[in-house]
């Protein structure tokens, strides 16, 4: 986890607000590899200085102020972690502080916990006393140091510039005893609240243990989905996440209610919590006895799926399906469709084995818009990797509204995958030309490892030393050959003297290689390379990715090299024009390289590419 450490007279004595503010601009830069916005610096240097003094007069100078603290394995960051001694167990305690410059805002109809906020852009946000409330349960479920403690963290919403009167409503928010809203009116109750928390003794000790605590495993979306689905509150949904929730069941019931039809959607990029949101949504429908249904248009996703949120329980599999099994659903037969993976969206539902008279000449698009009250659709526009995939907000947008539907779209602009690494996945984004400012030098980031390998032995090495689940991809540039007779795979991927089979292609184990579905999450996956059509939409610790000979690299950008390219859905170039094959392949080696939570090792088949990725990263990662 990473914070600015700052101590409470250093900010009094801080001459120059707007030097506070660099200082952790700097910092903000540093550690993530963004810049901060304008209205951030505003608040770091109006809103921080405020807290310093509110803490000098409640008698707590020497508490530890961690401010721009980083939630473990997300990117999410909470404004401040007051850490010190609580003042009747000694023990070590925490606030975790949201700060708020609004001056007039209120509860919105459109979500339980969701306000609107005078002259805030972007519509409805999260009140701020349940982010923080959902902050500290976070922190409970992830932070050793804070395991079987539910009494040392606590939160508070501080909108210092408000009056009562001001956002009257939001106390009424809030949910529990963990979180509380204070404005500037009652800032004796916020003294008072810190002073029953935080003891006037050092918190350098409770910082450190803070800072420095074993991190639990993250909860992996396949592992934990059945209990999601039974139980609720195994995933704890965090900001733009609960603000998605939370529109997608307000949209239900409005549709109930008004007898209308409502579209979301939710687009994010890997690990954002797409899927985590699409599990939460179907459990929550599913106890109250709502008609709703899961599709995406990958098999192997949709078959992990029902292997393990629906083991057991066959009616928990139906729960699964694809976007192709709505071709003859009935007129808003459903309260709710939850189409995840909706980047995968397809012209049509019918191919070349579809009876004549089954082919209506309908899209795709328009099957699942019509099958229920209200479609939900979680995308990802840069995990578009086969020619006639058509799920992106615009298409999606466009022609739900000329149907006459409304539709809310929902931005999830912060990561859960890669071990919380905005940084890595910017990196990477910007190596493939998928984002402005080119290839740049990855210079590290505390929670995340990466790795170049000079030789594919070293890949497989290093993946194997690692704790946890490992994976190895690779593009699509060497031949997919079926079982042999003996039910062995073929070694098809072959790098010099190293050779490995790519994963199965079909339904079966073959051996002791699983099913190509199950390749991401059984254990003897780790033998075979995963190809994007078997890794996409899945996640593992450790991240092995061969970057095929059809990437080379020229004048310090990347190049496509199409003739090195083996995929069968990019051979015809009458189908498949050169403008379209450059930015589906790049959006390939996107999908491959965002698939690690702890850390990815990448070797470069091209010579020129590897001794290029030599000088951006660096020996240790």
Known sequence: MTALRLSVENLLASPNEAALAEVIAEHVRMTTGRGPSPSEIRSWGRSLPALARDLADAGLHEVEMLVEYKLPLTSKRADVVLAGVHPRTGEDSYVVVELKQWTRAEPSDLGEHLVIVEGMPG???????????????????????????????????????AMDLDVDGLSDQVRDEYSRLFTKQRRGDFLRYLGERLAGKPGAGAADRLLHSAVAPSKQLMTYAAKEIREREQFTLLDEQQVAYEKVMRAVERARRADLKQVVIVTGGPGSGKSVIALSLLGELYRQGRTALHATGSQSFTQTMRRYPGRGSSRIKNLFMYFNSFTDAEQNGLDVLICDEAHRIRETSTNRFTPAARRTGRSQLDELLAAARVPVFLLDEHQVVRPGELGTVAAIETCARAKGFEVQVVSLDEQFRCGGSRKYETWVRRLLGLAEGGPATWDGDEDFEVRLAHTPHELEAALRAKPGTARMTAGF???WSDPLRDDTLVNDVVIGDWARPWNVKKDRAVGDAPPSMLWASEPNGFGQVGCVYTAQGFEYDWNGVILGPDLTVHDRRLVTVRKENKDPAFKSHKTVPDTEFDPLVRNVYKVLLTRGMRGTVIHAVDPALRDFLAKLIPLEG
Do not use: I, S
């Not at 009140?127 to 050793?144: H, S, T």
């Open 123 to 161: 519509g409805e946000t999260l009140n701020p006393a349940e982010q923080v409330r959902r902050y500290c349960e976070y922190m409970r479920d992830f932070l050793g140091v804070l395991r079987n403690r539910p009494d040392a963290v606590y939160g508070a919403a501080y909108l210092h510039n």
């Open 477 to 479: 540039c060497w031949p």
